[in-house]
């Protein structure tokens, strides 16, 4: 089983409505958890990033995180062709050994808006 | 600043040969980490550096070999290329490992072909 699984894409939606994208994560202790994303050809940039249950909302974008479910989501309002990319879920291991501190991302999923 | 940049962009090699990848950073950050990316499956931790004068292995570490050869660089080298790296890199540094919800900033990566 993967340490952190992302809904399998691509995940097409129309311009002006909600794209949502969810991430299940295995290591119960985690406690940050980022989304990034990656334009096609280039290096993954932060959007997010979320430590505490609930919401967390910037602009546009809006994490989500449920500790006792394990999963943590990121919904994008009003979605624009410019967000098409790949989106990144990252989860950073507060387990013991040599797994601490260190990231562990999902496969991404591919997200695009059509006009 | 330049952020995080990572030489050569591109590369191709012939199974058996080696190479190095340079990555340096100029943000006084403490931690660089070493990433592959292939198709499907999200980034994946090579080696990483928490402080300089330490490294250690990621998931992937067989076949690779690092070093940090100051605080601003990290250098990722193959002694025997084999097809099985073919991959985009990723270098990344982040302001310190562990629990805090740091960002990591990642360069340009390099796209590396082994025939």
């Known amino acids: 089983q993967k340490e952190v699984e992302q809904n399998s894409g691509p995940l097409s939606v129309p311009e002006g409505a909600i794209a949502s994208l969810n991430c299940t994560y295995s290591d119960r202790g985690s406690q940050s958890f980022f989304w990034y994303r990656q334009y096609s050809g280039k290096s993954p940039e932060l959007i997010m990033f979320i430590y505490s249950n609930g919401d967390k909302e910037d602009g546009r974008f809006t994490a989500q995180l449920n500790k006792a479910s394990q999963y943590v989501s990121l919904l994008i309002r009003d979605s624009q062709p410019s967000d098409s990319a790949t989106y990144l879920c990252?989860?950073?291991?507060?387990?013991?050994?040599?797994?601490?501190?260190?990231?562990?991302f999902g496969q991404g999923t591919i997200l695009t808006v059509h006009p | 600043n330049a952020g995080v940049t990572q030489t050569p962009k591109f590369q191709v090699l012939k199974t058996g040969q080696s190479m190095t990848l340079q990555c340096a950073q100029d943000?006084?950050?403490?931690?660089m980490y070493w990433y592959r990316q292939d198709p499907g499956m999200g980034l994946r931790l090579i080696y990483y550096s928490a402080s300089e004068g330490t490294t250690d292995k990621g998931e992937v570490p067989n076949g690779y070999n690092v070093s940090r050869l100051n605080k601003r660089e990290f250098s990722l080298r193959l002694e025997s290329a084999a097809p099985s790296q073919t991959s985009v890199y990723f270098c990344a540094s982040e302001r310190a490992s562990g629990k805090l919800a740091n960002e990591q900033f990642f360069g340009p990566g390099t796209r590396l072909t082994v025939l």
């Open positions: 943000m006084n950050h403490n931690s």
């Open positions: 990252a989860v950073k291991s507060e387990g013991g050994g040599t797994s601490y501190g260190k990231l562990t």
